[in-house]
């Protein structure tokens, strides 16, 4: 993601219990996020001893950067999503800070579910929004490729698919990564009318549909050219199959002895479709995962792609498009 005018101050919610490692794991995240980006403030969702080994690690000038909202109950990974529309958990109280204006953005590694849930009941969703969508920046070797929907909703419907492709080009504009994106619908094959019923009804959408930013619809795509890149700048599939795609091609690159994918991009996922900003890292991340993904959601906010992606989507032709 471009770094361009990114400046000012961010303030964003962590979820100090999501995640397999938490809260230790995002403490030290939230740390690391704290000492590289001098204009971070985070406000703390979780239980108030966890955040005072934050606090107390920190210089004395940096620790007005840092409050915390004492909550105590977490959404586990076995727990039904609908549980973190309840009061009381951290995930739910993350995502009410950025609804009543005391944070900008909600980071969590709790349950993708819980999050999109949370997300969707306290922000909304924007308008022609039927399912959130969560978007992730692969380094691909021709340069970054996104991929939607990587675990937000499982279904894969025609209208569904044509929608996130929609999603996916607007919020490609604005962020900066594809002025022009070519946007791709991951199949089996590149011949018009492979795959499945989903695949193969959602490609007749995607020719009548005016993506945003000049975007262009460039047909099917197979899986290894989203780790290549060169053919199209934002693939679209479900979220099921984007979920083990994008863990696939982690694993992959990890195997191989490259560089830490956040090195190149973040280790985290950007929700869609909803009126506020949020971010979802892995339930495994490491501290630098969610240093990472605390830097996505700052950017985002910086750069108001939450307001931008709304406008595009306002500008795009996408009435044909039904559920």
Do not use: W
């Not at 950025?98 to 999050?115: E, I, K």
């Not at 492709?165 to 504009?173: E, F």
Request: glycine fraction near 12%; include cysteine; proline fraction near 5%.
């Amino acid at each position: 993601m471009s770094t361009v005018s990114e400046q000012g101050t961010a303030r964003i919610a962590v979820d100090l219990l999501g995640g397999d490692g938490a809260p230790a794991v995002v403490v030290d995240g939230a740390l690391r996020a704290c000492r590289a980006d001098p204009d971070l403030h985070l406000l703390l969702v979780g239980p108030h001893e966890a955040a005072d080994e934050l606090v107390a690690a920190l210089p004395v000038d940096d620790r007005r950067r840092i409050t915390v909202r004492s909550v105590r109950e977490a959404v586990r990974m076995t727990d039904p999503a609908v549980r973190a529309s309840r009061a009381g958990t951290t995930t739910q109280a993350s995502v009410a800070a950025v609804a009543d204006g005391a944070a900008d953005a909600v980071v969590s590694a709790g349950p993708s579910g819980a999050t999109v849930t949370a997300a969707a009941l306290g922000f909304g969703r924007l308008p022609l929004v039927r399912r959130p969508a969560l978007i992730a920046t692969l380094p691909a070797v021709a340069g970054p490729v996104l991929l939607l929907d990587v675990g937000a909703s499982v279904e894969a419907r025609p209208a569904t698919l044509a929608r996130h492709a929609v999603l996916g080009a607007a919020y490609a504009v604005a962020t900066g990564t594809h002025r022009r994106p070519r946007v791709g619908l991951l199949s089996i094959g590149t011949e018009s009318g492979k795959g499945d019923r989903a695949r193969r009804g959602a490609e007749v959408l995607l020719r009548s549909v005016t993506l945003p930013g000049e975007g262009r619809y460039v047909g099917l795509v197979e899986g290894h050219e989203v780790a290549l890149g060169g053919r199209a700048d934002v693939v679209v599939t479900d979220g099921f199959t984007g979920n083990v795609l994008l863990k696939g091609i982690e694993g992959a690159y990890a195997m191989a002895g490259g560089p830490e994918p956040g090195d190149i991009a973040p280790r985290a996922a950007a929700l869609l479709g909803v009126a506020g900003t949020a971010v979802v890292c892995h339930g495994a991340a490491t501290a630098a995962d969610l240093a990472s993904g605390i830097a996505l959601a700052a950017s985002l906010h910086r750069r108001d792609v939450t307001a931008t992606t709304a406008r595009l989507l306002a500008d795009a032709d996408v009435d044909e498009v039904t559920a």
